[in-house]
């Protein structure tokens, strides 16, 4: 089992590889305050955020949860949202999700996990209101696209929110956008979906299929 000690050698050795190659990062990523992005993602340790879309820490604002849930009674991600909104002034807020996706798996196989089986019960309550669109389909096809209108719903879920109410109405120039992450082909798919103002919460994203 890996102990902390080991970690914290494999941090120094990270450390050392980094200014030896880029003497000026640490210096930069202190003095860097001001990302454009805030990235709502999903806590699965096989989507690093930063890694997956190029951008070096610093660069990318995150908050993550269990299948990248937007909830109005979440204070945590509605902190983050506010501090990266009204403070950072971010420019995008990006909702993704991705393929594969433990807790969308889980929620459709509603089975009893535990106090997980709460949080669960949105991405549930997505797939009850696409039911017709999502009972034609089976097996990793209905996994796949329970993932895709699960983030449409948590952009939707982030535009009705009072944080980007009062930041659209102060003319804060804020876009929330959707994508899904493959693990097939570490590619990201736009979802089609742009929310610039509370006038367009509501419409719907193209399919990526």
Not at 92 to 100: E, K, P, Q
Not at 108 to 118: C, F, P, Q, S, Y
Not at 187 to 200: F, I, P, Q, Y
Request: some cysteine; proline content about 3%.
């Amino acid at each position: 089992m890996p102990r902390l000690r080991e970690l914290i050698e494999k941090n120094r050795q990270w450390s050392e590889n980094i200014r030896r190659t880029d003497p000026d990062f640490f210096p930069t990523l202190s003095s860097q305050k001001n990302p454009r992005y805030l990235w709502i993602g999903c806590s699965d340790n096989r989507v690093p955020a930063n890694e997956i879309v190029g951008l070096k820490p610093g660069e990318l604002f995150v908050h993550r949860n269990v299948a990248n849930v937007v909830v109005h009674t979440d204070l945590n991600c509605l902190s983050v949202l506010q501090y990266a909104v009204d403070v950072l002034g971010v420019e995008c807020v990006i909702v993704c999700g991705h393929y594969g996706c433990g807790g969308v798996t889980a929620a459709m196989r509603d089975g009893k996990l535990g106090l997980i089986d709460n949080w669960l019960r949105h991405i549930q309550d997505v797939a009850s209101k696409h039911a017709a669109e999502l009972d034609p389909l089976e097996g990793e096809a209905k996994t796949d696209r329970l993932c895709e209108l699960n983030v449409l719903e948590q952009v939707d879920n982030l535009c009705r929110t009072t944080i980007m109410h009062d930041a659209w109405a102060r003319g804060q120039d804020t876009v929330i956008v959707g994508c899904v992450y493959s693990l097939r082909d570490g590619l990201l798919r736009d979802l089609g979906v742009r929310k610039t103002s509370a006038a367009n919460c509501g419409s719907r994203g193209a399919s990526v299929r």
